[in-house]
Protein backbone atom coordinates (compact mmCIF):
# COMPACT_ATOMS: atom_id res chain seq x y z
CA UNK A 1 0.00 0.00 0.00
CA UNK A 2 1.50 3.07 -0.95
CA UNK A 3 1.53 6.65 1.87
CA UNK A 4 -1.10 7.99 -0.07
CA UNK A 5 -3.65 4.97 0.25
CA UNK A 6 -2.57 4.42 3.91
CA UNK A 7 -3.46 8.56 4.47
CA UNK A 8 -6.90 7.77 2.46
CA UNK A 9 -7.54 4.60 4.63
CA UNK A 10 -6.52 6.98 8.03
CA UNK A 11 -9.26 9.73 6.87
CA UNK A 12 -12.21 7.03 6.08
CA UNK A 13 -11.78 5.16 9.34
CA UNK A 14 -11.49 8.66 11.63
CA UNK A 15 -14.09 11.15 10.40
CA UNK A 16 -15.09 13.29 13.68
CA UNK A 17 -17.54 15.45 12.20
CA UNK A 18 -16.64 18.07 15.61
CA UNK A 19 -12.51 18.40 14.18
CA UNK A 20 -11.99 21.29 12.46
CA UNK A 21 -10.73 21.48 8.72
CA UNK A 22 -6.98 21.84 8.77
CA UNK A 23 -6.65 20.82 4.85
CA UNK A 24 -8.25 19.24 2.30
CA UNK A 25 -6.81 17.80 -1.01
CA UNK A 26 -7.85 19.28 -4.40
CA UNK A 27 -6.61 17.48 -7.48
CA UNK A 28 -6.31 19.47 -10.42
CA UNK A 29 -5.30 19.13 -14.16
CA UNK A 30 -5.43 21.40 -16.96
CA UNK A 31 -4.87 20.11 -20.61
CA UNK A 32 -3.19 23.05 -23.41
CA UNK A 33 -3.05 21.96 -27.55
CA UNK A 34 -0.71 24.00 -29.14
CA UNK A 35 0.05 23.42 -32.79
CA UNK A 36 3.60 23.60 -33.90
CA UNK A 37 5.03 26.55 -35.08
CA UNK A 38 6.31 27.05 -38.71
CA UNK A 39 9.63 26.51 -37.83
CA UNK A 40 9.46 23.91 -35.43
CA UNK A 41 7.27 22.21 -37.84
CA UNK A 42 9.54 21.98 -40.49
CA UNK A 43 12.23 20.88 -37.63
CA UNK A 44 10.06 17.99 -37.01
CA UNK A 45 9.75 17.17 -40.72
CA UNK A 46 13.17 17.08 -41.08
CA UNK A 47 13.89 14.46 -38.41
CA UNK A 48 11.42 12.19 -40.36
CA UNK A 49 13.48 12.49 -43.19
CA UNK A 50 16.70 11.93 -40.40
CA UNK A 51 17.87 15.50 -41.34
CA UNK A 52 18.66 18.33 -38.40
CA UNK A 53 18.06 21.84 -39.70
CA UNK A 54 18.27 25.01 -38.09
CA UNK A 55 18.41 28.61 -38.75
CA UNK A 56 21.49 31.08 -39.02
CA UNK A 57 21.54 33.95 -37.91
CA UNK A 58 22.37 36.30 -40.77
CA UNK A 59 23.85 38.99 -38.48
CA UNK A 60 26.00 36.88 -35.88
CA UNK A 61 26.04 33.43 -37.24
CA UNK A 62 24.67 31.85 -34.69
CA UNK A 63 23.02 28.45 -35.50
CA UNK A 64 19.33 28.21 -33.82
CA UNK A 65 18.45 24.33 -33.90
CA UNK A 66 15.33 24.26 -33.33
CA UNK A 67 14.75 27.15 -35.69
CA UNK A 68 13.12 30.03 -33.42
CA UNK A 69 12.00 32.47 -36.33
CA UNK A 70 14.31 34.67 -34.73
CA UNK A 71 17.99 35.64 -33.32
CA UNK A 72 17.19 36.98 -29.60
CA UNK A 73 21.23 38.26 -29.56
CA UNK A 74 20.38 40.54 -32.63
CA UNK A 75 16.99 40.83 -32.43
CA UNK A 76 16.62 39.57 -35.83
CA UNK A 77 13.82 38.03 -37.36
CA UNK A 78 14.37 34.40 -39.24
CA UNK A 79 12.94 33.01 -41.77
CA UNK A 80 13.03 30.12 -44.29
CA UNK A 81 16.34 31.48 -46.29
CA UNK A 82 18.56 31.44 -43.05
CA UNK A 83 17.71 27.35 -42.66
CA UNK A 84 20.62 25.18 -43.07
CA UNK A 85 21.54 21.69 -42.66
CA UNK A 86 22.87 20.38 -39.26
CA UNK A 87 25.92 17.56 -39.04
CA UNK A 88 24.54 14.79 -36.91
CA UNK A 89 27.93 14.42 -34.86
CA UNK A 90 29.16 16.91 -32.36
CA UNK A 91 30.72 17.05 -28.53
CA UNK A 92 29.23 16.92 -25.18
CA UNK A 93 30.15 19.91 -23.59
CA UNK A 94 27.94 19.76 -20.82
CA UNK A 95 25.67 17.06 -18.50
CA UNK A 96 23.13 16.49 -15.78
CA UNK A 97 22.40 13.57 -14.33
CA UNK A 98 19.12 13.45 -13.21
CA UNK A 99 18.67 11.03 -9.80
CA UNK A 100 14.39 10.37 -9.80
CA UNK A 101 12.53 11.09 -6.80
CA UNK A 102 9.15 9.24 -6.97
CA UNK A 103 6.59 12.12 -7.27
CA UNK A 104 3.53 11.25 -8.81
CA UNK A 105 4.09 10.48 -12.45
CA UNK A 106 7.73 9.84 -12.68
CA UNK A 107 8.72 6.79 -14.93
CA UNK A 108 12.18 6.56 -14.16
CA UNK A 109 13.64 4.64 -11.09
CA UNK A 110 17.59 5.02 -11.92
CA UNK A 111 19.55 7.98 -12.69
CA UNK A 112 19.79 9.15 -15.87
CA UNK A 113 22.30 11.67 -17.69
CA UNK A 114 20.74 14.48 -19.92
CA UNK A 115 23.71 16.12 -22.02
CA UNK A 116 24.07 19.06 -23.94
CA UNK A 117 25.85 19.01 -27.04
CA UNK A 118 27.90 21.25 -29.36
CA UNK A 119 27.25 20.28 -33.45
CA UNK A 120 30.23 19.70 -35.34
CA UNK A 121 29.75 23.07 -38.12
CA UNK A 122 27.17 24.95 -35.74
CA UNK A 123 24.08 24.57 -33.61
CA UNK A 124 23.61 23.23 -29.86
CA UNK A 125 21.38 20.64 -28.89
CA UNK A 126 20.16 20.11 -24.90
CA UNK A 127 18.56 17.78 -23.12
CA UNK A 128 19.68 14.45 -25.31
CA UNK A 129 20.28 10.95 -24.05
CA UNK A 130 23.23 8.58 -24.14
CA UNK A 131 21.69 5.67 -23.90
CA UNK A 132 24.11 2.48 -24.13
CA UNK A 133 26.54 5.09 -21.79
CA UNK A 134 26.81 4.63 -18.19
CA UNK A 135 25.93 7.47 -16.35
CA UNK A 136 29.36 7.81 -14.70
CA UNK A 137 31.13 7.36 -17.70
CA UNK A 138 29.32 10.82 -19.30
CA UNK A 139 31.90 13.43 -19.18
CA UNK A 140 32.14 16.84 -21.34
CA UNK A 141 34.13 16.62 -24.31
CA UNK A 142 33.03 13.40 -25.56
CA UNK A 143 32.83 13.16 -29.28
CA UNK A 144 29.46 11.65 -30.20
CA UNK A 145 27.25 11.15 -33.24
CA UNK A 146 23.48 10.66 -33.76
CA UNK A 147 20.88 7.14 -32.97
CA UNK A 148 17.96 8.01 -35.01
CA UNK A 149 15.05 5.48 -34.33
CA UNK A 150 14.64 2.95 -37.04
CA UNK A 151 12.27 3.77 -40.03
CA UNK A 152 9.41 2.07 -38.21
CA UNK A 153 9.51 3.71 -35.32
CA UNK A 154 10.11 7.03 -36.03
CA UNK A 155 7.61 9.44 -34.69
CA UNK A 156 7.79 12.95 -33.95
CA UNK A 157 5.10 13.09 -31.47
CA UNK A 158 6.48 14.26 -28.57
CA UNK A 159 7.98 17.08 -29.84
CA UNK A 160 6.11 20.79 -28.94
CA UNK A 161 7.21 24.17 -29.60
CA UNK A 162 8.79 24.26 -26.05
CA UNK A 163 10.67 21.11 -26.87
CA UNK A 164 14.11 22.79 -27.15
CA UNK A 165 15.59 19.95 -28.93
CA UNK A 166 15.09 16.80 -27.44
CA UNK A 167 12.65 14.93 -29.94
CA UNK A 168 12.90 11.22 -28.66
CA UNK A 169 10.35 9.94 -30.74
CA UNK A 170 13.09 10.54 -33.73
CA UNK A 171 16.39 11.19 -31.73
CA UNK A 172 17.16 7.90 -29.57
CA UNK A 173 20.17 9.47 -28.39
CA UNK A 174 24.02 10.14 -29.12
CA UNK A 175 26.71 7.54 -28.71
CA UNK A 176 30.50 8.26 -28.55
CA UNK A 177 32.48 7.83 -31.74
CA UNK A 178 35.47 6.39 -30.24
CA UNK A 179 37.65 9.25 -31.18
CA UNK A 180 39.64 11.27 -28.43
CA UNK A 181 37.99 13.69 -26.40
CA UNK A 182 37.72 17.28 -27.71
CA UNK A 183 39.60 20.23 -25.80
CA UNK A 184 37.06 20.67 -23.34
CA UNK A 185 38.20 24.42 -22.83
CA UNK A 186 37.26 25.11 -25.74
CA UNK A 187 33.34 24.15 -25.63
CA UNK A 188 32.84 24.57 -21.89
CA UNK A 189 31.60 28.27 -22.40
CA UNK A 190 29.05 26.61 -25.25
CA UNK A 191 26.55 24.44 -22.81
CA UNK A 192 24.48 24.74 -20.50
CA UNK B 1 3.80 65.41 -7.47
CA UNK B 2 4.90 63.10 -10.27
CA UNK B 3 7.29 63.39 -12.54
CA UNK B 4 5.42 63.73 -16.35
CA UNK B 5 5.86 60.43 -18.00
CA UNK B 6 4.66 60.27 -21.66
CA UNK B 7 3.32 57.74 -24.15
CA UNK B 8 6.29 58.01 -27.11
CA UNK B 9 5.41 54.53 -29.32
CA UNK B 10 2.92 51.90 -29.00
CA UNK B 11 1.78 48.72 -31.05
CA UNK B 12 0.06 45.31 -31.06
CA UNK B 13 -0.95 42.54 -32.73
CA UNK B 14 -3.62 41.64 -34.38
CA UNK B 15 -6.46 39.71 -31.84
CA UNK B 16 -6.05 35.44 -32.80
CA UNK B 17 -9.19 33.24 -31.85
CA UNK B 18 -5.85 30.73 -32.70
CA UNK B 19 -2.18 31.51 -33.74
CA UNK B 20 0.50 28.92 -34.55
CA UNK B 21 2.90 31.38 -33.70
CA UNK B 22 4.49 31.45 -30.22
CA UNK B 23 4.50 33.74 -28.05
CA UNK B 24 7.91 35.25 -28.45
CA UNK B 25 7.48 35.00 -32.01
CA UNK B 26 4.33 36.96 -32.17
CA UNK B 27 5.61 39.51 -29.68
CA UNK B 28 8.88 40.15 -31.43
CA UNK B 29 7.18 42.32 -34.33
CA UNK B 30 5.08 44.12 -31.82
CA UNK B 31 8.21 45.34 -29.47
CA UNK B 32 10.33 46.46 -32.37
CA UNK B 33 7.45 48.23 -34.21
CA UNK B 34 6.89 50.24 -31.14
CA UNK B 35 10.47 50.37 -30.27
CA UNK B 36 10.80 52.09 -33.66
CA UNK B 37 7.57 54.50 -33.54
CA UNK B 38 9.21 56.24 -30.58
CA UNK B 39 12.15 56.44 -32.09
CA UNK B 40 14.68 54.90 -29.65
CA UNK B 41 17.32 52.87 -30.08
CA UNK B 42 16.48 49.50 -28.84
CA UNK B 43 20.26 49.89 -26.44
CA UNK B 44 19.21 53.06 -25.10
CA UNK B 45 15.97 51.40 -23.05
CA UNK B 46 16.23 52.12 -19.32
CA UNK B 47 13.94 49.51 -18.17
CA UNK B 48 11.60 47.00 -19.97
CA UNK B 49 8.75 45.09 -17.55
CA UNK B 50 6.01 43.03 -18.99
CA UNK B 51 2.91 41.28 -17.87
CA UNK B 52 2.38 37.44 -18.40
CA UNK B 53 0.48 34.78 -17.43
CA UNK B 54 2.25 31.45 -17.03
CA UNK B 55 -0.62 29.40 -16.31
CA UNK B 56 -2.20 30.42 -19.80
CA UNK B 57 0.68 29.65 -21.21
CA UNK B 58 1.11 26.41 -19.60
CA UNK B 59 4.97 26.41 -18.84
CA UNK B 60 6.25 27.40 -15.89
CA UNK B 61 8.89 30.50 -16.39
CA UNK B 62 7.46 30.96 -19.62
CA UNK B 63 7.31 34.83 -19.16
CA UNK B 64 11.54 34.49 -19.55
CA UNK B 65 10.94 32.91 -23.34
CA UNK B 66 9.62 36.30 -23.81
CA UNK B 67 12.60 38.15 -23.22
CA UNK B 68 13.85 36.63 -26.06
CA UNK B 69 11.56 39.03 -28.24
CA UNK B 70 13.34 42.16 -26.59
CA UNK B 71 16.84 41.18 -27.36
CA UNK B 72 18.51 40.81 -23.27
CA UNK B 73 21.89 40.03 -24.29
CA UNK B 74 24.28 42.33 -23.11
CA UNK B 75 21.88 42.10 -19.93
CA UNK B 76 19.34 44.47 -19.44
CA UNK B 77 17.69 45.85 -16.30
CA UNK B 78 14.15 44.37 -16.77
CA UNK B 79 10.84 43.25 -14.41
CA UNK B 80 7.79 40.75 -14.82
CA UNK B 81 4.30 41.39 -13.73
CA UNK B 82 2.14 38.06 -13.76
CA UNK B 83 -0.88 40.47 -14.77
CA UNK B 84 -2.25 42.44 -17.56
CA UNK B 85 0.71 45.05 -19.22
CA UNK B 86 -1.01 48.07 -17.96
CA UNK B 87 0.33 47.02 -14.39
CA UNK B 88 3.70 46.86 -15.50
CA UNK B 89 2.99 49.85 -17.61
CA UNK B 90 2.41 51.11 -14.21
CA UNK B 91 5.53 49.73 -12.72
CA UNK B 92 7.93 51.39 -15.31
CA UNK B 93 6.07 54.51 -14.36
CA UNK B 94 6.82 54.18 -11.09
CA UNK B 95 10.50 52.73 -12.10
CA UNK B 96 10.81 56.60 -14.54
CA UNK B 97 10.08 58.34 -11.41
CA UNK B 98 13.22 57.92 -9.89
CA UNK B 99 14.86 60.54 -13.18
CA UNK B 100 17.76 58.29 -13.36
CA UNK B 101 16.57 56.56 -16.60
CA UNK B 102 14.30 58.40 -19.50
CA UNK B 103 12.90 55.33 -21.06
CA UNK B 104 11.17 52.35 -20.44
CA UNK B 105 9.40 49.52 -22.92
CA UNK B 106 6.37 47.62 -21.61
CA UNK B 107 4.84 44.68 -22.83
CA UNK B 108 1.87 42.30 -22.10
CA UNK B 109 1.13 39.44 -24.16
CA UNK B 110 -1.27 36.39 -23.82
CA UNK B 111 -2.02 32.99 -25.67
CA UNK B 112 -5.56 31.84 -24.53
CA UNK B 113 -6.28 29.52 -27.51
CA UNK B 114 -4.16 26.26 -25.72
CA UNK B 115 -6.04 26.16 -22.57
CA UNK B 116 -9.46 25.81 -21.88
CA UNK B 117 -10.04 29.69 -20.01
CA UNK B 118 -13.01 27.98 -17.75
CA UNK B 119 -11.01 25.57 -16.03
CA UNK B 120 -8.08 28.04 -15.73
CA UNK B 121 -9.28 31.15 -14.15
CA UNK B 122 -10.72 29.49 -11.64
CA UNK B 123 -7.62 28.70 -10.33
CA UNK B 124 -6.88 32.20 -9.24
CA UNK B 125 -9.54 32.23 -6.95
CA UNK B 126 -10.08 31.38 -3.03
CA UNK B 127 -9.03 27.85 -3.10
CA UNK B 128 -10.84 26.54 -0.34
CA UNK B 129 -14.32 27.76 -1.21
CA UNK B 130 -14.66 29.17 -4.92
CA UNK B 131 -12.20 27.10 -6.85
CA UNK B 132 -13.62 24.17 -6.34
CA UNK B 133 -16.86 24.98 -7.05
CA UNK B 134 -15.12 25.78 -10.54
CA UNK B 135 -16.41 29.39 -10.19
CA UNK B 136 -15.37 30.88 -13.90
CA UNK B 137 -15.03 34.22 -14.88
CA UNK B 138 -19.25 33.80 -17.24
CA UNK B 139 -20.56 32.48 -14.25
CA UNK B 140 -19.46 35.41 -11.86
CA UNK B 141 -19.88 37.86 -14.88
CA UNK B 142 -23.55 36.46 -14.87
CA UNK B 143 -24.14 36.48 -11.16
CA UNK B 144 -23.04 40.42 -11.45
CA UNK B 145 -24.99 41.21 -14.91
CA UNK B 146 -28.06 39.65 -13.04
CA UNK B 147 -27.24 41.79 -9.54
CA UNK B 148 -26.95 44.53 -11.95
CA UNK B 149 -30.59 43.86 -13.80
CA UNK B 150 -32.44 42.93 -10.61
CA UNK B 151 -31.09 46.44 -8.94
CA UNK B 152 -32.61 48.06 -12.54
CA UNK B 153 -28.97 49.34 -13.51
CA UNK B 154 -29.27 47.83 -16.95
CA UNK B 155 -31.37 46.22 -19.51
CA UNK B 156 -30.34 43.45 -21.80
CA UNK B 157 -31.58 45.49 -24.48
CA UNK B 158 -28.30 48.16 -23.34
CA UNK B 159 -26.20 45.25 -23.09
CA UNK B 160 -27.44 44.07 -26.67
CA UNK B 161 -27.00 47.38 -28.00
CA UNK B 162 -23.27 47.63 -25.98
CA UNK B 163 -21.85 44.93 -28.07
CA UNK B 164 -23.50 45.80 -30.91
CA UNK B 165 -21.93 49.16 -30.86
CA UNK B 166 -18.63 47.71 -29.92
CA UNK B 167 -18.66 45.09 -32.71
CA UNK B 168 -19.36 48.65 -35.38
CA UNK B 169 -16.69 50.06 -33.78
CA UNK B 170 -13.89 47.40 -34.38
CA UNK B 171 -14.74 47.40 -38.01
CA UNK B 172 -12.43 49.54 -38.60
CA UNK B 173 -9.65 48.37 -36.20
CA UNK B 174 -7.26 46.38 -37.52
CA UNK B 175 -5.98 44.05 -34.63
CA UNK B 176 -9.94 43.16 -33.97
CA UNK B 177 -10.69 39.76 -33.94
CA UNK B 178 -14.88 40.40 -34.08
CA UNK B 179 -16.20 42.98 -35.99
CA UNK B 180 -19.70 43.28 -37.57
CA UNK B 181 -22.28 45.43 -38.03
CA UNK B 182 -25.35 43.70 -36.11
CA UNK B 183 -29.31 44.87 -34.68
CA UNK B 184 -29.75 44.55 -31.69
CA UNK B 185 -32.82 43.21 -31.40
CA UNK B 186 -31.61 39.93 -33.41
CA UNK B 187 -28.85 39.71 -31.12
CA UNK B 188 -31.32 39.59 -28.29
CA UNK B 189 -32.90 36.44 -30.02
CA UNK B 190 -29.64 34.61 -29.46
CA UNK B 191 -30.23 31.70 -26.84
CA UNK B 192 -28.38 32.63 -22.89
CA UNK B 193 -24.91 31.24 -22.78
CA UNK B 194 -24.86 31.65 -19.33
CA UNK B 195 -27.59 33.67 -18.25
CA UNK B 196 -28.54 36.43 -18.27
CA UNK B 197 -25.57 36.53 -20.51
CA UNK B 198 -25.58 35.82 -24.12
CA UNK B 199 -22.59 35.13 -26.56
CA UNK B 200 -22.49 38.91 -27.29
CA UNK B 201 -22.02 39.76 -23.63
CA UNK B 202 -19.07 37.41 -23.69
CA UNK B 203 -15.36 38.78 -24.45
CA UNK B 204 -13.57 36.56 -27.75
CA UNK B 205 -10.86 33.77 -26.55
CA UNK B 206 -7.96 35.23 -28.09
CA UNK B 207 -4.05 35.70 -28.38
CA UNK B 208 -2.14 38.83 -28.93
CA UNK B 209 0.07 41.39 -27.69
CA UNK B 210 0.63 45.02 -27.04
CA UNK B 211 3.86 46.96 -26.47
CA UNK B 212 4.24 50.63 -25.26
CA UNK B 213 7.35 53.03 -25.01
CA UNK B 214 7.70 54.92 -21.95
CA UNK B 215 9.47 58.11 -22.23
CA UNK B 216 10.57 61.12 -19.30
CA UNK B 217 9.56 64.44 -19.92
CA UNK B 218 12.58 65.64 -21.48
CA UNK B 219 13.43 62.59 -23.63
CA UNK B 220 9.92 62.09 -24.17
CA UNK B 221 10.04 66.10 -25.94
CA UNK B 222 13.07 65.25 -28.30
CA UNK B 223 11.95 61.84 -29.38
CA UNK B 224 8.02 62.83 -30.77
CA UNK B 225 6.74 65.55 -31.84
CA UNK B 226 3.31 64.30 -30.39
CA UNK B 227 4.24 62.88 -26.72
CA UNK B 228 1.17 61.56 -24.76
CA UNK B 229 1.18 62.46 -21.58
CA UNK B 230 -0.05 60.28 -18.50
CA UNK B 231 -1.18 63.21 -16.29
CA UNK B 232 -2.77 60.91 -13.60
CA UNK B 233 -2.61 57.10 -12.92
CA UNK B 234 -3.46 55.24 -10.10
CA UNK B 235 -4.88 50.97 -9.03
CA UNK B 236 -6.99 49.92 -6.82
CA UNK B 237 -8.17 46.84 -5.68
CA UNK B 238 -11.64 45.42 -3.93
CA UNK B 239 -12.25 42.50 -1.67
CA UNK B 240 -11.27 39.02 -3.66
CA UNK B 241 -14.74 36.88 -2.40
CA UNK B 242 -17.51 38.22 -4.68
CA UNK B 243 -20.29 36.87 -2.03
CA UNK B 244 -18.78 39.98 0.22
CA UNK B 245 -19.05 42.75 -2.51
CA UNK B 246 -21.72 44.71 -3.64
CA UNK B 247 -21.77 43.60 -7.40
CA UNK B 248 -23.55 46.50 -8.45
CA UNK B 249 -21.04 48.84 -7.73
CA UNK B 250 -17.25 48.55 -8.56
CA UNK B 251 -15.46 51.09 -5.56
CA UNK B 252 -11.73 50.64 -6.93
CA UNK B 253 -12.76 52.10 -9.98
CA UNK B 254 -14.31 55.03 -8.24
CA UNK B 255 -11.23 55.38 -6.43
CA UNK B 256 -8.83 55.30 -8.91
CA UNK B 257 -10.57 57.31 -11.09
CA UNK B 258 -10.73 60.07 -8.81
CA UNK B 259 -6.99 59.81 -7.88
CA UNK B 260 -6.60 59.89 -11.64
CA UNK B 261 -8.22 63.12 -11.70
CA UNK B 262 -10.50 61.82 -14.42
CA UNK B 263 -13.21 64.10 -12.74
CA UNK B 264 -10.75 67.34 -12.67
CA UNK B 265 -11.85 68.24 -16.77
CA UNK B 266 -13.97 66.97 -19.81
CA UNK B 267 -13.06 63.73 -21.11
CA UNK B 268 -13.26 63.39 -24.87
CA UNK B 269 -13.17 59.30 -25.48
CA UNK B 270 -12.37 56.50 -23.24
CA UNK B 271 -10.85 53.36 -23.86
CA UNK B 272 -12.15 50.94 -21.00
CA UNK B 273 -11.65 47.18 -20.07
CA UNK B 274 -15.08 46.19 -20.34
CA UNK B 275 -14.54 42.90 -21.00
CA UNK B 276 -17.96 42.07 -20.60
CA UNK B 277 -20.65 44.22 -22.14
CA UNK B 278 -22.51 45.53 -18.96
CA UNK B 279 -19.18 46.65 -17.32
CA UNK B 280 -18.92 49.60 -19.91
CA UNK B 281 -22.13 50.91 -18.55
CA UNK B 282 -21.05 50.64 -14.77
CA UNK B 283 -17.31 51.70 -15.44
CA UNK B 284 -18.47 54.81 -17.33
CA UNK B 285 -21.27 55.09 -14.00
CA UNK B 286 -18.12 54.82 -11.81
CA UNK B 287 -15.89 57.14 -13.87
CA UNK B 288 -18.34 59.78 -14.33
CA UNK B 289 -17.95 59.30 -17.93
CA UNK B 290 -21.28 61.42 -19.51
CA UNK B 291 -23.27 60.54 -22.62
CA UNK B 292 -20.65 63.21 -24.21
CA UNK B 293 -17.38 61.00 -24.07
CA UNK B 294 -16.39 58.50 -27.31
CA UNK B 295 -16.42 55.19 -25.23
CA UNK B 296 -14.45 52.31 -26.88
CA UNK B 297 -13.74 53.81 -30.34
CA UNK B 298 -11.53 50.36 -30.97
CA UNK B 299 -14.32 48.12 -30.15
CA UNK B 300 -13.39 47.75 -26.32
CA UNK B 301 -12.12 44.24 -25.12
CA UNK B 302 -15.31 42.47 -26.68
CA UNK B 303 -13.89 42.92 -30.65
CA UNK B 304 -10.29 41.79 -28.67
CA UNK B 305 -9.36 40.29 -25.79
CA UNK B 306 -5.81 39.11 -25.78
CA UNK B 307 -5.53 38.54 -22.30
CA UNK B 308 -2.54 40.21 -20.07
CA UNK B 309 -2.48 42.77 -23.32
CA UNK B 310 -5.74 44.10 -23.40
CA UNK B 311 -5.31 46.53 -20.73
CA UNK B 312 -2.02 47.68 -21.82
CA UNK B 313 -3.87 47.68 -25.86
CA UNK B 314 -6.62 50.64 -23.77
CA UNK B 315 -3.50 52.68 -22.96
CA UNK B 316 -2.14 52.09 -26.90
CA UNK B 317 -5.68 53.27 -28.31
CA UNK B 318 -6.21 55.76 -25.68
CA UNK B 319 -2.66 57.17 -27.04
CA UNK B 320 -3.58 56.52 -30.46
CA UNK B 321 -6.72 58.87 -30.51
CA UNK B 322 -4.64 61.52 -29.01
CA UNK B 323 -1.53 61.33 -30.95
CA UNK B 324 -3.78 60.34 -34.38
CA UNK B 325 -6.93 61.53 -34.01
CA UNK B 326 -6.77 64.88 -32.30
CA UNK B 327 -8.10 64.12 -28.97
CA UNK B 328 -7.11 66.30 -25.90
CA UNK B 329 -7.96 64.00 -23.16
CA UNK B 330 -7.93 60.39 -22.63
CA UNK B 331 -8.96 58.12 -19.85
CA UNK B 332 -7.59 54.74 -20.21
CA UNK B 333 -8.75 51.39 -18.12
CA UNK B 334 -7.53 48.51 -17.33
CA UNK B 335 -9.24 45.44 -14.82
CA UNK B 336 -7.66 41.80 -13.17
CA UNK B 337 -9.75 39.87 -11.31
CA UNK B 338 -13.54 38.67 -11.47
CA UNK B 339 -16.47 41.12 -11.97
CA UNK B 340 -14.22 43.84 -11.71
CA UNK B 341 -12.35 43.57 -8.56
CA UNK B 342 -9.27 45.49 -9.50
CA UNK B 343 -8.88 48.55 -11.81
CA UNK B 344 -6.34 50.74 -13.06
CA UNK B 345 -7.00 53.95 -14.51
CA UNK B 346 -5.15 56.84 -16.32
CA UNK B 347 -5.83 60.04 -17.52
CA UNK B 348 -3.70 60.72 -21.21
CA UNK B 349 -3.24 64.13 -22.54
CA UNK B 350 -1.71 65.75 -25.32
CA UNK B 351 0.45 68.91 -25.60
Not at chain 1, 112 to 117: G, I, M, N, T
Not at chain 2, 121 to 143: I, K, N, R
Not at chain 2, 196 to 224: E, M, Y
Not at chain 2, 310 to 333: D, P, W, Y
Request: some cysteine.
Amino acid sequence: MTDAKQDDAKQDEAVDPNAPVVGMDYFMQLEYQEQLCPVVREFADALMEKRLIGHKCPRCGLVYTPPRGYCPICTVQTTKADEIELTTRGIVTNYTVVTPVQYYGQEATEPFAKVSLQLDGGGNLSLQDMPNVPVGQVHPGMRVEVIWAPDAERNVDDITNRSWGSAEGAIRGWKPTGEPDAPIDEYSDKGF
Amino acid sequence: MANDIAIVGYAQSPSWRETDLTEPQFLFPVISEAIERAGVERREIGFTCAGSCDYLSGQTFAFVMNLEAVGAWPPISESHVEMDGAWALYEAWVRLQHGDIDTALVFGSGKSSPGRPSEIYPLQMDPYTLTPLGADPVSLAALQARALLDAGRITEREMAEIAARSRKRAIGNPYAQVTGDDDPDSLLKEPYVTAPLRRHDLPPISDGACAVVLATADKAKALSNRPVWIRGIDHRIDIHQPGMRDLTESPSTRLAGKNAGVRNAKVDVAELSATFSYQEKLLCEELGLGDDVDVNPSGGALAANPVMAVGLARFAEAARQIAEHGKGRAVAHATSGQCLQQNLVAVLEGD
